[in-house]
């Protein structure tokens, strides 16, 4: 079965960290773009970050800069998401997607609803206490 998933998330008080994994089985990430979302409750989906497989470049939104970084594992078809200097407003369910085109998650990044990638991964919670 071909699938994207998200796993990896939890309770932490703020300050503390985690780190989110999303997993690809029946397909490898090579020249793939993989991208981190989240959504608050009663709040649109809003773009965490993004890297390109193919040179291990990435990009963050302004949120998180400085305080997330996304790595990958490809012998393990596995990119991560290291939160650390969590606040509670980072509490939301976190998705990963992943596409050929850098180009089309460049442009939805901040759409508050797209999902029309290669494959979208059913998210994993994250709650931030205070």
């Known amino acids: 079965e071909v699938q994207l998933q998200a796993s990896g998330g939890g309770l932490v008080q703020a300050g503390g960290s985690l780190r989110l994994s999303c997993t690809a089985s029946g397909f490898t990430f090579d020249d793939y773009t993989i991208a981190w979302f989240r959504q608050a409750p009663l709040k649109g989906r809003e773009g965490v970050g993004y890297?390109?497989?193919?040179?291990?470049?990435?990009y963050y939104a302004d949120s998180v800069k400085g305080r997330f970084t996304i790595s990958s594992d490809i012998a393990k078809n596995t990119v991560y998401l290291q939160m650390n200097s969590l606040k509670p407003e980072d509490s939301a369910i976190y998705y990963c997607?992943?596409?050929?085109?850098?180009?089309?998650?460049?442009?939805?990044?901040?759409?508050?609803?797209?999902?029309?990638?290669?494959?979208y991964g059913q998210g994993t919670l994250v709650t931030v206490s205070s």
């Open positions: 997607a992943a596409d050929r085109s850098l180009e089309l998650l460049v442009q939805t990044f901040n759409s508050a609803w797209y999902k029309g990638y290669d494959y």
């Open positions: 890297m390109r497989s193919r040179d291990g470049n990435t």
